[in-house]
């Protein structure tokens, strides 16, 4: 952990205030709208399925507040390697490096030079031409996706689930 994230945690409980970081006002809202969210509906177990690197499961940790188990699924070798790192002192935070999908069986996972625009889908031909540096193919992974598998480390009973799903590039 930064010194400055130490920092603002001591100031935030002194003072019982959250402390918003320079550009992330309008972050604040989805913040608060999550916090909510999760105890309206007594959420008790989160899928994070296309963590990237992890920072919604952070977030979910540091700014929601959520506490309950979080399932991260990752494909890419690398960005799993991060997640596992940052999950290595959470109990509740497990990592799966596989791609999930409608089917099981073999596939080509597509790693595009931005990360999060990865996919096992081929980019849209409207979203190659909005974002075209993004979306250059830098290489492709072999994988099998997994329709639904029990995790391995602990009994999963909970009632109720948020699936977050990270898909920024439309197939079509």
């Not at 989160?46 to 540091?62: I, K, P, S, W």
């Not at 080509?108 to 540096?133: C, I, K, M, R």
């Not at 598998?149 to 799903?165: M, N, T």
């Amino acid at each position: 952990m930064s010194v400055r994230r130490l920092v603002r945690r001591m100031i935030e409980k002194a003072l019982r205030a959250q402390v918003i970081p320079i550009g992330h006002l309008a972050l604040a809202f989805e913040w608060e709208h999550l916090r909510r969210f999760f105890a309206h509906f007594a959420i008790d177990c989160v899928f994070d399925v296309g963590a990237n690197a992890g920072q919604y499961a952070t977030m979910l940790r540091t700014r929601v507040g959520y506490r309950g188990p979080i399932i991260s699924y990752e494909p890419i070798p690398e960005l799993a390697t991060k997640i596992r790192a940052a999950a290595a002192l959470d109990r509740g935070w497990f990592v799966e490096e596989l791609a999930l999908d409608a089917l099981e069986g073999h596939a080509t996972f597509n790693v595009f030079a931005s990360d999060p625009f990865s996919s096992l889908h081929a980019a849209s031909a409207a979203a190659e031409q909005q974002f075209p540096t993004h979306l250059r193919l830098e290489r492709r992974i072999d994988v099998v996706p997994t329709a639904a598998r029990r995790h391995e480390s602990f009994d999963l009973a909970a009632k109720h689930i948020v699936i977050l799903v990270n898909h920024l590039v439309a197939n079509g």
